[in-house]
T-cell receptor, first 113, second 114 residues
């Protein structure tokens, strides 16, 4: 079974500051995808960023970027210039070739004004 | 972008009855859809993979006779919770897409069994 670990249940950051959320995963696959999803209080899952394992270049999406370390099986999310609207649960997810997602336990992020 | 519609958003049913949840891909065809269950302040747990025109694939520990999945068309998958009990109360979410298109989640269904 695939496992995804998020070791930080809760985090907080001051508005406009930078925060990094950690994620590690365990797999024997070589081809896979990694994602970060945001779940605000509305509980709608929103895609933040995705990374293909075969790409060495780290994905970026505006204020969001990842640090993908394939050998270490690490996939952290950096949020720059944090905004109040970034307050949410953040889930790291692993997807293998069968297109099934496996989610981490989540990190609750609070942006403090 | 891809849109997935899930209905109803909330449902309350009596113990022993069945309830159906619909998941529709509005602007794309989805041969595969996924059903998840989420407990309060917990992660999403994959329940099953819904395959158009064939039987669903259930994750270990998920009762296929309790959670019936039908994927009769390329845009609709349904999850029916049969003979619901209070312990089935949860938040259910579907998703659809592919690695090229991207994956989109429905807005979820909060099921309460009384």
């Amino acid at each position: 079974a695939q496992t995804v670990t998020q070791s930080q249940p809760e985090m907080s950051v001051q508005e406009a500051e930078t925060v990094t959320l950690s994620c590690t995963y365990d797999t024997s696959e070589n081809n896979y995808y990694l994602f970060w999803y945001k779940q605000p209080p509305s509980r709608q899952m929103i895609l933040v960023i995705r990374q293909e394992a075969y790409k060495q270049q780290n994905a970026t999406e505006n204020r969001f970027s990842v640090n993908f370390q394939k050998a270490a099986k690490s996939f952290s999310l950096k949020i720059s210039d944090s905004q109040l609207g970034d307050t949410a649960m953040y889930f790291c997810a692993f997807m293998k070739t069968r297109n099934q997602f496996y989610f981490g336990t989540g990190t609750s992020l609070t942006v403090i004004p | 972008g891809a849109v997935v519609s899930q209905h109803p958003s909330r449902v309350i049913c009596k113990s022993g009855t069945s309830v159906k949840i619909e998941c529709r891909s509005l602007d794309f065809q989805a041969t595969t859809m996924f059903w998840y269950r989420q407990f309060p302040k917990k992660s999403l747990m994959l329940m099953a993979t819904s395959n158009e025109g064939s039987k669903a694939t259930y994750e270990q520990g998920v009762e296929k006779d309790k959670f019936l999945i039908n994927h009769a068309s390329l845009t609709l998958s349904t999850l029916t919770v049969t003979s619901a009990h209070p312990e089935d109360s949860s938040f259910y979410i579907c998703s659809a897409g592919d690695s090229n298109y991207g994956y989109t989640f429905g807005s979820g269904t909060r099921l309460t069994v009384v």
